[in-house]
């Protein structure tokens, strides 16, 4: 039991958590990050690439470097037009190497710690750089578009300062401070505590090859982390104390069994109440800890997808042309990840099959873009749960959610039993290998429910909190 906490205490630490946090963005790199995403803005790279129509590889390798070059000129050009021109006389890219390199790496940082951004352009950016690294293809640019993603790790260790992070003021450094419920007074004592911190920090791990501002801006960067588990992980573990506090496993209110029946409202799956009860419990608890590590599996499939080595097939995967590519890095992560779970939870109920490389999710990217769905889909729902309470300190509001719902309570429950019901039955697929209990197939299940939102009964609370979508914003 020792040996296992203290695995738990080092896979959570500063130290483990930095070799997969993006460094924060400086000015110049932001000014790079709006030419790219401009110049991807314009790009239709994969509608000219990834079509099925060549005869032979060379007219696609054609394909591919003609719109590589359009966009590295195009770059050129905005940030430097004389350079740009003699660029697109010369055609030497070798001598830009570097500035290359500059802006795919701010754009892939960039989307790794903003996972809401760039939600039209980063595809673009992945699979052109995915081209890149064939053979073919560098050796006609003479040069690599990829290098490694900066990280806080890796700063600090080229500084040899990697034992800020083993340092016990970096909790306070880092904190996340969270103003709602808490007095005023109380939260400008944290922001001087956190501030202290950095101070100390930032003078105690100062060198001559170390400023404090570096320091700064890796605590910064390690904040970033913090506020994005905020967003993003904290609404799962706000809707798994809705499930414990409104349910329990072994028994349940007139009216209010979690039991689903397969072929009825939709549902594939056939559970009992308490069944239904522990494979919400597992799903929202992977979900949780695939959130938790989520910067982690970014860097992993950046990995993936741009290794040389690591080629893909373009495929009809029932869904469009898509690129299969295999994930080890990811697939090992994952299998880590859900068998933490299953000691946590102390068992498994439903299918443990991960879908990755394959017809269902076929590279690394449509991974991650499945599961950083999971807050677009939680925080709304939790957002409208929390809020019932404030809205109905309006009168007329009050009257219809108790003329409505009886209340409440009784409102609260009764969304909660219907997405811990149809959130969770398996339904959203043609069969039940795609859908049904997998781990994939879980998530599938959500945003079936999701896109039946308008029918459900209480639809208008939704309205009244002020929902406008589970999608976002794609910009």
């Not at 429910?449 to 979508?469: M, R």
Request: aromatic share 10%; glycine share 6%.
């Amino acid at each position: 039991m020792a040996a296992q906490a203290a695995a738990e205490y080092a896979h959570d630490s500063f130290r483990e958590r930095a070799k997969f946090i993006p460094l924060r963005l400086g000015t110049e790199e932001r000014r790079l990050l709006r030419l790219l995403e401009a110049a991807l803005t314009v790009s239709e790279y994969t509608d000219k690439v990834d079509v099925m129509s060549w005869r032979k590889k060379s007219g696609r390798v054609h394909a591919q470097i003609r719109d590589m070059c359009a966009i590295l000129c195009g770059l050129v050009v905005a940030q430097d037009f004389r350079r740009g021109q003699q660029l697109i006389t010369e055609r030497n890219f070798s001598d830009l190497r570097q500035f290359f390199q500059d802006c795919f790496e701010v754009g892939r940082r960039h989307k790794i710690m903003n996972p809401e951004k760039m939600r039209d352009t980063y595809g673009k950016l992945m699979y052109l750089l995915q081209d890149s690294c064939e053979g073919e293809i560098q050796e006609l640019l003479e040069f690599k578009c990829v290098r490694p993603l900066r990280t806080v790790h890796a700063l600090l260790e080229e500084r040899g300062a990697l034992a800020l992070l083993d340092d016990p003021l970096m909790e306070a450094a880092t904190a996340e401070i969270v103003a709602a419920g808490v007095p005023r007074h109380e939260v400008q004592k944290r922001i001087k505590v956190k501030e202290r911190a950095r101070e100390q920090l930032s003078r105690k791990y100062r060198s001559r090859g170390l400023s404090e501002e570096e320091i700064l801006h890796c605590l910064y960067s390690i904040s970033d982390n913090n506020s994005y588990l905020l967003f993003n992980r904290d609404p799962i573990d706000r809707m798994i104390a809705y499930l414990q506090s409104y349910f329990l496993p072994g028994s349940y209110e007139p009216g209010y069994s979690l039991a689903i029946q397969g072929g009825s409202q939709g549902a594939r799956l056939t559970h009992s109440h308490e069944r239904q009860y522990t494979y919400v419990l597992q799903s929202l608890t992977l979900w949780r800890e695939i959130s938790h590590e989520m910067f982690k599996l970014w860097y992993l499939a950046d990995c993936d997808l741009l290794h040389e080595r690591n080629r893909y097939t373009l495929q009809n995967t029932g869904q469009g042309m898509n690129r299969v590519q295999g994930a080890p890095h990811v697939g090992r992560a994952m299998q880590a990840i859900l068998a933490r779970c299953q000691r946590r939870i102390g068992g498994w109920v439903g299918s443990s099959v991960v879908h990755l490389g394959d017809h269902n999710v076929p590279n690394a990217l449509m991974f991650i873009d499945k599961y950083t769905q999971v807050p677009r889909i939680l925080n709304p729902t939790v957002l409208v749960l929390d809020e019932l309470p404030k809205l109905c300190r309006d009168p007329q509001v009050a009257a219809y959610v108790q003329g409505a719902f009886g209340g409440v309570e009784p409102c609260r429950k009764a969304i909660l039993l219907d997405f811990f019901r149809h959130a969770f039955d398996g339904s959203g697929a043609d069969n039940f290998f795609d859908a049904g209990s997998c781990i994939d197939g879980r998530l599938t299940s959500a945003w079936n429910w999701c896109s039946k939102i308008e029918k459900k009964p209480y639809y208008h609370v939704f309205k009244l909190a002020g929902f406008v979508g589970f999608d976002g914003d794609f910009k």
